[in-house]
């Protein structure tokens, strides 16, 4: 059969163009005629949403927290206001729990094994602040060091907190005692009809007097101490847990910033003055004149064992330090200015509130620091004196235990940490120990939230070693732990002698209100007058 030369397929005709739709081709060019940058933007944000609450639900896993997290932000704006009754209900939602707020994803660890756990393992974890920490204390500050340099560093710090270098430093602070007490009474005197003064400001610019002068002495002016005083609330406020991770032009953490430099300056300047005092030969006065004078006997004995190799052992300080500049030292006085300002002012202000609410406790606390004192109330400190006031230290213990002036001690975790069997926080994760939890345990302390100074002498209070968590536990335990207990108790005390004060309670008196510590919502109202 003839074969018919004349048709050709279609489709075999390169001359003849195809009339077919490739499906997946038309769907491609369909999607892409459709997009433009309004659509791209809107799906690139919907896929960093996606990412950002898988992110949030990978990390929170089988731990107590919210289902889901406000993109990116978190519960930042609700935390920009702080109320101790959410942070008492995420404390009792679980003994691990969470938030994600911006970039950081948060672990709380409530109980007091948890915290415990925390706080004693620094293989896992270390230390931290919130983002602009370094940028306000500086990178090379102390405080960021981990393992054997933390380690070496704190050794070298240790004398300074000695009973011996302890009592050194009581005349000072009662110098500023006297002086503040003084203005307590002139402020009150100026009242018209004996009208109340919230004196939580007051006792935050006595508190930071005590430091200032217990730190670097008489090498700082009174002026620069209330400037100090006044501008500190605003490197509190740019340190809070949750804040802007940047420095923006007059924002909390700009003002925050600017105080620091302001505090650095001024401590540098000590720094250069201690040094050349301490040079000459002059006795210590303070924690600045007890650190520099170890430098520069670390420093004579390194000469000398240059010039003669058969220096004997016993020459040898306990302790060699290098000397460290100006403003490295105002560095590390700085950190304790950080570690006490905000912790004292608060412990100080419940204090004060706490006697003029319960007259039968504060008539102890006098007749015991006058019992001491052989019944001279203008005998000055010693050791001796503090160490004999038993009640006093417990009535400051329980005022700690009571309103604890830090409630969480935030800390990152360094590699995966497992905090339980079923529970690992990831890599860079913050890991924060809860305070307020352990300490009104009603397993440690009957009656958690009454006030009873008496549970710390004829109770069981100090039984419950592993619930007091005022100071942490751990390597970063507070080193000035034994310092500031005593400046309460010798603050509280000379109070109790010459001072009478009545506290005006308003119904916010007994709320909290959350401000890196803790302080009465209405700021503490008193009136002083001169005690007989």
């Not at 990178?139 to 009592?167: C, M």
């Not at 430098?295 to 064992?305: A, I, P």
């Not at 006098?366 to 230290?393: C, H, P, W």
Request: charged share 20%.
């Amino acid at each position: 059969m003839a074969t018919n030369g004349s048709f050709a397929s279609p489709v075999a005709n390169a001359d003849y163009p195809p009339s077919f739709d490739d499906g997946a081709e038309g769907i491609l060019a369909q999607l892409y005629s459709g997009v433009n940058g309004y659509s791209l933007v809107i799906f690139t944000f919907l896929l960093l949403v996606a990412y950002d609450q898988l992110r949030y639900i990978w990390n929170k896993g089988s731990i107590a927290g919210p289902a889901w997290k406000m993109p990116f932000i978190g519960p930042f704006l609700s935390s920009m206001n702080p109320k101790m009754d959410e942070y008492k209900a995420k404390w009792e939602s679980g003994d691990l729990s969470c938030v994600s707020v911006f970039h950081k994803f948060v672990v709380m660890a409530s109980s007091r094994d948890m915290a415990r756990k925390v706080f004693n393992s620094p293989d896992f974890v270390k230390p931290c602040l919130v983002d602009v920490a370094q940028k306000l204390l500086r990178p090379t500050n102390w405080v960021f060091l981990d393992g054997r340099a933390h380690i070496d560093y704190r050794k070298g710090l240790n004398s300074l907190f000695t009973r011996q270098a302890l009592e050194t430093y009581l005349p000072g602070q009662e110098e500023v005692y006297e002086k503040y007490f003084a203005r307590f009474l002139e402020i009150s005197q100026n009242e018209p009809n004996g009208k109340p003064v919230p004196f939580m400001p007051m006792f935050r610019e006595l508190m930071c007097a005590v430091s200032c002068r217990t730190f670097v002495g008489h090498y700082i002016s009174d002026a620069a101490v209330k400037k100090i005083a006044v501008d500190y609330y605003k490197v509190t406020a740019a340190l809070e847990l949750v804040n802007f991770p940047i420095i923006i032009p007059f924002t909390r953490t700009w003002y925050g910033k600017k105080a620091s430099d302001m505090v650095l300056n001024e401590f540098s300047i000590c720094a250069a003055k201690s040094k050349a005092r301490m040079k000459a030969g002059g006795d210590i006065t303070c924690i600045m004149d007890g650190w520099i004078k170890s430098m520069l006997d670390s420093e004579k004995h390194r000469q000398n064992v240059a010039k003669d190799s058969t220096v004997d052992d016993s020459e040898k300080p306990a302790m060699l330090l290098r000397v460290f500049s100006d403003f490295e030292i105002a560095q590390t006085l700085f950190t304790f200015l950080f570690a006490s300002q905000d912790a004292t002012s608060s412990a100080s202000t419940w204090l004060f509130q706490l006697m003029a609410d319960r007259p039968e406790i504060l008539d102890r606390v006098r007749e015991e620091n006058l019992a001491v004192r052989n019944g001279d109330k203008f005998q000055n400190f010693s050791m001796d004196i503090l160490e004999k006031m038993s009640y006093t230290r417990a009535v400051v213990k329980e005022t700690l235990r009571y309103r604890p002036p830090v409630i969480m001690v935030p800390y990152v975790a360094k590699k995966n940490f497992p905090i339980t069997d079923s529970y690992t926080a990831s890599k860079g994760s913050m890991v924060i120990p809860c305070i307020w939890p352990a300490l009104h345990d009603p397993e440690a302390y009957a009656r958690p939230d009454y006030f009873d100074p008496d549970r710390w002498i004829s109770g069981d209070a100090e039984k419950a070693a592993k619930n007091w968590l005022v100071f942490g536990t751990g390597p970063h335990y507070c080193i000035g732990q034994t310092y500031a207990l005593n400046n309460l108790i010798a603050m509280i005390g000379k109070a109790s002698m010459h001072l009478d004060w009545k506290h005006h309670i308003t119904p916010l008196s007994e709320d909290i209100k959350v401000f890196a510590t803790l302080f009465p919502m209405d700021d503490c109202p008193l009136v002083f007058s001169q005690r007989d």
